[in-house]
């Protein structure tokens, strides 16, 4: 009965995407073939829970991010993990390992094969056992350079009719641009001029969902990745998937129908699998792909990253708490994903509607002085706005008006990890930021590729001799960072859905209190922002409350002193 139910949506979710274009007989047939697959794997797969908890942390990093010449690189970092991030991380996010063509794995040529060097699916199914792993679905473009461009060249099969192509009269003066490169591409092929969309750049063409075959082919990889041990799938770039003339081309009615037959055909599946959507977009965009409850598991809080730095470089938590205070809360067994720091660049899109003009100029100023380049997107008028900041989470918060020098730069560092750790939802902290990498202007030099700044790969040998010599900075770093994720996961209050609620203490202190599913633990988590002591009224109640982080807390006249850029978790639990 439950299944015949599902199948009814099913149906109905193809029927808002597809009709008129297809008639009830090709979206019944459609719909068997989907649950054929389902059917399929379901009979050579027996029921595997996904649960989250306190204890859910996540690391981002490629596959080679640790490598060395002996090895496949995930083996490599199989090895490295187990040594030194297992107690601290039960989740990993293996950015794109397929074969690639360009942007660093998002030029996908094969979504069925791993890049030799970097690994195979045993490598993948064996890290799955004791971790849950997650891997992109380069699901909105392809690579010019793979199969299934050439096959469309072709009019062959895998890859016939895959790709978007629009002719002259396609108007695209109201699409929303993520990059500032030209948008159409003139092929004369087929016997006609047709123009090739490229949304992320040259190398990277957009596919037609508009084509059902695209979308089956999509459910297809989603379920040999769930095959091969992967739990959480990242939907890359997912806004941009359905055109239409005449629109913005942005997260349009049947992009969303697509994340729920997604989430649905994942929750027939009997290993249980999380979806997340990729959606570097203002706020209420962003909150969009939780649907009903019925998209996305997970998204990104992209507003947290900017935000964040932004508190912590003008000592003022204004914009931050004025955030915090509108963000809902999650639904059970949804989450945000919170992160400072990725393989991108801080994106600039989420502060939209949040930071004025004056405050956004500024804050570009001053990740400039601190070494950032720039990606930009084009905007209606054909004139450029900031993208992104192409800058280390280390160079970011390294100097602030306020502290030129950069006297206080570890201590700004943690505190930002600190918040995003405690903050409500489940924190994902990239491999780079947990040693503190700074930029890498060799690279940059090498490819001029802004992002690869912050795309640093490791030596294995290299960075477990740093890690063993306890006065090197990636040591430092590393048992700082990993230090506060060792405690979170045993704190019920900082399960990903225990509730949050904004304290406002002024706009030097950031705030809020974390209470436990259960009630019984509560947490208030407290930041010092400035470069200066600062001294914050506090109720008796708490005063025999124990800090979680570090040494007892100094109360003086009702008032609790914290040192420049200090963190405490006050809990009435130990």
């Not at 490169?181 to 003139?186: A, E, Q």
């Not at 720039?374 to 280390?392: M, P």
């Not at 930002?416 to 990498?437: D, Q, R, T």
């Amino acid at each position: 009965m439950l299944f015949q139910k599902n199948q009814k949506k099913i149906s109905s979710i193809l029927r808002t995407i597809y009709k008129p274009s297809l008639n009830k007989k090709d979206i019944d047939h459609l719909k068997d073939q989907i649950i054929l697959i389902i059917k399929k794997f379901n009979q050579n797969n027996s029921k595997k829970k996904f649960t989250i908890s306190e204890k859910t942390s996540l690391v981002i990093c490629y596959g080679d991010n640790v490598n060395s010449n002996q090895k496949s690189s995930i083996q490599v970092f199989q090895n490295f993990f187990k040594k030194k991030l297992s107690k601290y991380f039960n989740a990993i996010h293996f950015l794109p390992f397929y074969p690639s063509s360009s942007d660093s794995g998002f030029a996908v040529k094969d979504h069925y094969k791993i890049e030799k060097r970097i690994g195979n699916w045993s490598d993948i199914k064996k890290i799955s056992k004791s971790n849950h792993v997650m891997a992109d679905i380069v699901i909105n473009h392809s690579s010019a350079r793979g199969l299934w461009f050439k096959n469309f060249l072709r009019k062959k099969r895998p890859g016939k009719d895959y790709f978007l192509t629009v002719n002259s009269k396609f108007n695209i003066s109201k699409v929303v641009r993520p990059r500032d490169h030209k948008l159409l591409k003139k092929i004369d092929i087929f016997k006609k001029s047709d123009f090739l969309w490229r949304t992320f750049s040259a190398d990277q063409i957009d596919l037609d969902f508009k084509n059902p075959s695209v979308l089956l082919r999509f459910i297809k990889i989603m379920v040999h990745l769930v095959s091969n041990g992967i739990t959480i799938f990242r939907l890359d770039a997912i806004a941009y998937l359905w055109k239409k003339n005449n629109t913005n081309c942005i997260n349009l009615k049947q992009t969303h129908e697509i994340v729920k037959l997604l989430r649905l055909v994942a929750n027939l599946l009997n290993t249980q699998t999380i979806i997340i959507t990729e959606t570097n977009l203002p706020e209420k965009e962003n909150l969009s792909y939780f649907g009903k409850n019925d998209e996305a598991n997970w998204i990104y809080n992209f507003s947290l990253p900017p935000l964040l730095i932004h508190a912590f470089l003008f000592e003022n938590s204004s914009y931050l708490n004025k955030w915090s205070k509108n963000l809902p809360n999650t639904k059970f067994k949804n989450s945000y994903l919170n992160f400072i720091a990725s393989h991108d660049g801080i994106g600039m899109r989420p502060t939209e509607g949040i930071l004025n003009k004056k405050s956004l100029n500024n804050f570009l100023k001053r990740l400039k002085k601190n070494g950032s380049k720039f990606s930009y997107r084009k905007v209606q008028n054909k004139s450029r706005k900031v993208y992104e900041a192409n800058i280390t989470i280390f160079d970011a918060l390294k100097k602030s008006d306020t502290d030129p020098n950069g006297k206080f730069y570890l201590e700004r560092y943690v505190s930002a990890h600190s918040i995003m750790i405690s903050f409500e939802g489940i924190p994902a902290v990239y491999l780079n930021s947990l040693f503190g990498k700074s930029n890498d202007e060799a690279k940059y030099i090498i490819t001029g590729n802004n992002r690869d700044v912050n795309r640093y790969k490791w030596n294995y040998k290299d960075i477990s001799k740093k890690l063993k010599n306890k006065n090197s900075k990636q040591s430092i770093f590393y048992q700082k960072i990993s230090n506060l994720l060792l405690i979170k996961r045993n704190q019920k209050a900082f399960h990903p859905n225990a509730s949050r609620h904004n304290i406002n203490l002024g706009s030097k202190i950031f705030s809020f209190k974390r209470i436990s599913i259960n009630k019984k633990q509560t947490i208030i988590c407290i930041t010092n922002l400035s470069s200066s002591i600062q001294k914050v009224p506090l109720n008796k109640a708490y005063h025999n409350w124990h800090n979680l982080i570090g040494s007892k807390i100094e109360i003086k006249n009702k008032l609790l002193k914290l040192k420049p850029y200090e963190t405490i978790w006050l809990s009435n639990k130990r």
